[in-house]
């Protein structure tokens, strides 16, 4: 039976998993990450760990996947970019699968890795056709159509965080104004709570927080019984509504996967949600329905994604 790796690479850790083609798991792992020329060897020491767990050789694999941070060349293996990992034009694929005797390794920007983890090992299972919006310090994210990951020209595509959803809106960190993540990312919404909570002193939520503590979490814990904190959540639904329709009409996926920290709400999250979806959806959803769902593999997503992105 055929047996895959996938290497999921963050910013402070190497997280690995080896899986058959029937989705069993053999073994898994996680190391810190070494940023720089380095990267290769770590991902390396990780690769020789799982196949030793495992009670395997390198010779056993099939493929390799691995999902990395920034700008990423996956068709031919290279980190474009990645200034957190101090990476510039590395061919990491070709690195790797020289220090595992030529086995076959694939290489995809980490959000789009969860995206295509999703589609086939989480919410997105059973679909053709999805898309994960990840809520957390921006919004990232992937699109998956007929079964295939989306990345655009060059692997630079699928972006989503940074359509515009309000012209000249909140400046955003990559030189536009107005970009979704700038409206309805974890971190946007934080920083609205703080905003409004600095103007409104009499709202509940100073009874447990304050402007510098509030979180994202704040005004959803208050919503049902201060006016104030379920404004935010309503400001804030119909932002991530406005991005999520316009990826719908777009792509017109079956099922549209949030993840992040902001999708622990749930039903309260999804429920308005789908609901606001539904209203603004071109034709409506009685043709071509588009489910909104919380992501389910959580953490776990990139591993899998990058598994995912082996067994292509």
Known sequence: MSLYMGLDIGGTTIKGIVMDEMGNVSAEDSIPTECGEKLADCC????????????????DLAAVGVDCPGMIDSQHGKVVFAGNLQLKDY????????????VKVRICN??????????RFGAGKGYRNSVLVTLGTGIGGGIVIDGKLFEGFKSAGAEIGHMVIEKDGIPCTCGRKGCFERYASARALEIKTRQVMAD????????????????????????????????????????LACGC????????????????????????????????????LFGGGDYAPVKVCVASLGPKAGEYGAIALALR
């Not at 030793?52 to 390198?58: D, L, M």
């Not at 002193?201 to 994202?216: F, N, Q, R, V």
């Open 44 to 59: 390396i020491e990780i690769a020789d760990r799982l196949l030793c767990a495992a009670g395997k050789v390198s010779s």
């Open 245 to 280: 329709v316009n990826l719908a009409n777009i792509f017109r996926p079956e099922v549209i996967m949030i993840g992040g920290g902001v999708a622990a709400q749930g039903s309260r999250l999804i429920d308005p949600l789908q609901k606001l979806v539904d209203a603004e």
């Open 200 to 239: 409104d002193t009499a709202t509940a939520m100073w009874k447990t927080y304050t402007e510098k503590t509030a979180t994202a979490k704040t005004p959803f814990e208050y919503m049902d019984t201060d006016e104030t904190a379920r404004k935010i959540v309503d400001w804030y639904l119909n932002n």
């Open 91 to 102: 061919p990491l694929a070709k690195l790797i699968r020289q220090k595992l005797g030529g």
């Open 110 to 119: 980490d959000a789009n890795a969860a995206a295509l983890g999703e589609a």
